[in-house]
């Protein structure tokens, strides 16, 4: 808070005094001041909208302050683009990769740059590319294309091409967001081999097992505002983190009640499908839920969960095998036979698929509902009774807008997905499909979002919650299956068979393709 | 004010900043914004005017006399605005899904054939009362139209054939097609026109009434702008009011969520080209038992399918809209004549298109102008 300080401190890399942006209808950073040290990880934590985006594009020249100061080694710098800005030393990786897909990874970075002038002499800088890599762990093959590359490679790229510019200071935007466990201890090892070599790190989260495990310390933004200037994260425990981003404690542990299965409601049997790109994504999957249960599909992105959800809800062709909704068979007949059979829905992409952004939270409540009374009447659709549903539902589900004409796209990500889920439930479903639905959002719309899915288990209906985040469920689901490659790897009870402290372990070996029955056969063999 | 050069020379300079709107704007700013582009848009065309060495408060005076000065004109205003107005509804709805038809034009051309088929082929008797003519060839009009949208819609719905082009191809095959019966079928003495229809089958004017109120002699304003306005009407219901239409507009939003609602996009698709086809077809009927009264190439296929494109753009793709639109161009059409039969008031139409289009920037971003300190 002390922006009158003039003698620049030596241990700083980047200093930032006073920062105000400012975005119609929202003051995104008030008066923010932000210090960066050689040689340290840094966490920015904050919600969803409290700014930490906003402040590091001001700091990757991206954005320009109203007011205040970047100090970069005690000097004042202007920024006026993200050129400016690596020209400093400031390089920052974004959440949305930037890469040219068709073009090899040395291409990639040095797509832009003034050298090689005329002739590409692309071996050299395979070379170069690569030792660059060794030095701080990123291994990826300078010579394979974008595309062949998975999600954390990708990544690695991004970070190769700004290091590559000879960025000191390097920030990562929700890295974690797109990558799988193992993926995520390879990045920590990487950006701690950087601050090991001088460089520094800022990484921005909402995570706070993550900042708490890799930075040193640890600033907080709350509404545009610091609520902590980098206190050291050994010396703050997770909860207080909680309470300086959220201004609440916010409760981990999820109550509920006793599981009372039914029967069963949805039935997967032996699917095969196929993806986008015509490869197979499931390879004869079988898993059921039962009225009353919250059954999770663990796993790494990209093993089928989307696909196994299309599938569910008529949106992709079953090659083999079939799914019962009720005893209903609801595999490769149309979307709209299932919505009638009385399944649920809350898909992975919530503005593309989930909602349509410049429709009215009215048009958006009533995607399912138009085609019966009492909204529609012999073809014509009774916008009185769909407006009064819309501002139940916004009562209902503390949707905050200020009216229901306003356009789904002006919503936050918590805020949409209430409408999502408040068109879903308000269907009264007896089955419901969840993939990632709480992806992206803020520790408070996290915990509403739980809530509805307990509410929903309660109410006797089966939920079937695809998810990446292992604690979200260990605390929500009866069930875990496990996915891998398309195949389920094994299904644990939780708090049943496998000991608690085993479960994650286990569940974590499942998750990269050993089966459950091969990790019990090791398991007795060891102790042997 | 500086030069560019002082922004990198890192001086006190004016920046201009573009941001986009995070609230939705008030109601009246799109009507503010249009207001002004019309109005930035008469500056411009005024300074052309007097380049040309005209005087502009003349012209314009001149202009609005000619288009809305009086009964006679407003009526020959109206009458251009109407088969503009269908055009244009026609456009609108296809739009609305984002199916870029660009054939309203050839379907306008099958309009007015499925019209004029009921009286020369002769399907009707031409001494058939005109209660029984109009509605007829209203339903094969229509059905031509809406064949001529089927066309496009089918191969895009089964095979992904791109709209734009096959609509665009469609209007020169519909060209063809009624030239091959202007010039060889039912060509009337070797001219390019058939022979003029019955007069029971012309669509009513105000004139026709002008021994009862006197004060219609000589007005051409026709029985096509109640259907106009009426297909306006119906089409607005339609679109806002409707299951249908709630479809319609949800596809056009996003696809992917009409999909996961359950909605048949391949059925919508051909349902939505035909309706549009079908609303050009009644323009061409419109227009050829309203205005010309025999098929012939020039006054039929003069445009206003092309004309519509813009004018349902410009409107926002509102069907009620559209008729005060619809009636602007018309106007602007119609006085253009009276300056110079081509140029510069082409050209003032040109600007008054730009300057409202341009102007839809200023509703999805802000812009700025502020001193900063570099």
Known sequence: MNTSKTAPDPSLVVEMRGIVKRFPGVLANDHVDFELRHGEIHGLLGENGAGKSTLMNVLAGMYRQEAGIILVNGEPKNFSSPRDAINFGIGMVHQHFMLVPSQTVTENVLLGLDDPRFFLRLPDYDLKIAELGERFGLKVDPRAKIWQLSVGEQQRVEILKMLYRGVDVLIMDEPTAVLAPQEIEGLFVTLRAMVAQGKSVIFISHKLQEVSAIADRVTVLRRGVVTAAGVASKGVSRQELARLMVGRDVIFAVDKKPCQPGEIVLDVRDVHADNDKGLPALRGLSLNVRAGEIVGLAGVAGNGQSELSQVISGMRECKQGKVTLGGDTVSNRTTLFGIQHGMAYVPEDRTHVGSAPNLSITDNVIMKKYRKAPISNRGLLDMKVAAKLANELKQAYDIVVPNVSTPVRLLSGGNLQRVILAREISGLPSFMVAVQPTRGLDVGAIEGVHRLLLSQREAGAAVLLVSEELEELLSLSDRVYVIYEGKIMGEVAIGGEVPDENLVETIGQMMTGTPLEQIRKEGVASHD | ?374
């Open chain 2, 1 to 374: 004010m500086t030069e560019s050069t002082s922004l990198q020379k890192k001086r006190a300079a004016w920046r201009i900043r573009i941001e986009p709107h995070l609230n939705e704007p008030p109601p009246w700013y799109p009507v503010l914004v249009s207001i002004g582009a019309l109005i930035i848009a008469l500056i411009l065309g005024g300074i052309l005017i007097l380049v040309a060495g005209g005087d502009p408060i003349r012209s314009y005076q001149h202009i609005a006399k000619a288009a809305f000065g009086n009964v006679g004109v407003l009526s020959d205003t109206i009458v251009k605005a109407t088969p503009i107005l269908l055009a244009a509804l026609a456009c609108s709805v296809a739009f609305r899904m984002k199916l870029w038809n660009i054939g309203a034009e050839g379907q306008f051309i099958m309009g007015a054939f499925g019209a004029s088929a009921i009286i020369l082929t002769p399907i009707l008797p031409a001494e058939t009362p005109r209660w029984i003519f109009i509605p007829v060839m209203m339903m094969a009009g229509m059905a031509a139209g809406a064949v001529w949208g089927f066309i496009p819609g089918y191969l895009k719905a089964k095979f992904n054939v791109n709209e734009i082009i096959s609509t665009l191809m469609l209007n020169y095959v519909a060209i063809a097609w009624i030239n091959f019966w202007i010039f060889g079928v039912w060509t009337e003495g070797g001219f390019q026109m058939t022979a003029k229809f019955p007069e029971n089958s012309w669509l009513p004017r105000l004139l026709d009434y002008a021994e009862t109120f006197p004060v219609f002699r000589g007005l051409t304003t026709h029985f096509g702008l109640v259907i106009g306005i009426l297909a306006a009407i119906v089409l607005w219901l339609i679109v806002y009011r409707s299951r249908w239409g709630y479809e319609i507009r949800l596809i056009g939003d996003n696809p992917h969520a009409a999909q996961y609602a359950g909605i048949n996009i391949m059925r919508n698709t051909i349902w939505v080209m035909m309706l549009s086809g079908a609303l050009a077809g009644l323009g061409g009927m419109s227009e050829v038992t309203g205005v010309v009264h025999r098929l012939q190439t020039s006054p039929v296929a003069a445009g206003y399918g092309f004309t519509g494109i813009i004018v349902a753009w410009l409107a926002k793709l509102n069907p009620l809209v559209i008729i005060l639109v619809s009636i602007l161009f018309g106007g602007l059409i119609l006085a253009g004549r009276e300056i110079q039969p081509s140029g510069v008031p082409k050209m003032i139409q040109g600007i008054i298109l730009v300057c409202l289009i341009a102007s839809d920037f200023l509703l999805r971003y802000r812009i700025s102008i502020e001193r900063g300190e570099e």
